[in-house]
């Protein structure tokens, strides 16, 4: 067996570190996943984002794409998209890197964007609890909760007509004694 020249395997595992990287070859994964989540198609765009994260295990990013896969399917599973939530938000603080999606928010609108999204979590289980026949001191802690994500998204990005709309709906709630969204 012929041994190569030092000077290609240095090209060699430059060519390999660049498309392992954050930015590299995966990169397709996240934005295909990103697409079908716009188009509604968030079952799909899973398997994407499952295989990106893969390899990007700390893309706050492709975690905001796996738990708005599981928060906005009819059978949502809020544990699982809770979970994705925080660890996309600790990743974020740690390091605002929207690497292929940088295009697609700004900072500002990232941060409002997991709020937001751990607010429907909560508005989720809202509707669950009350469907279920569940008393109101449980419901009322989630509303607060919700309200609480609400306002963390505000002060990150206050031009949120999405969050300024959760504000007032939760604000409604609230303060009429509902127990559920109707």
Known sequence: MRK???RMLLIASLVLAVGCGPHGTSDPLLLKAYELGEAYQWETARSYVKRYLAHNPDSAPGHL???KSYLRVP???LAIA???LDTALTLFEASPDLGVLTGKWTSD???GLIHHEM???YLRRIYILSSNGMGTPIIRHDLEAARRQVEL???ADP???SLQMMRTTLDELMTDGSSAPA
Do not use: H, I, R
């Open 109 to 111: 609108e990232f941060l």
């Open 65 to 67: 794409l796996y738990a």
């Open 119 to 121: 607010a429907t979590v």
């Open 82 to 84: 809770k979970g994705e």
């Open 153 to 155: 998204g505000l002060k």
């Open 159 to 161: 031009a949120s007509k």
């Open 75 to 77: 059978d949502a599973n």
């Open 4 to 6: 190569l020249p030092p």
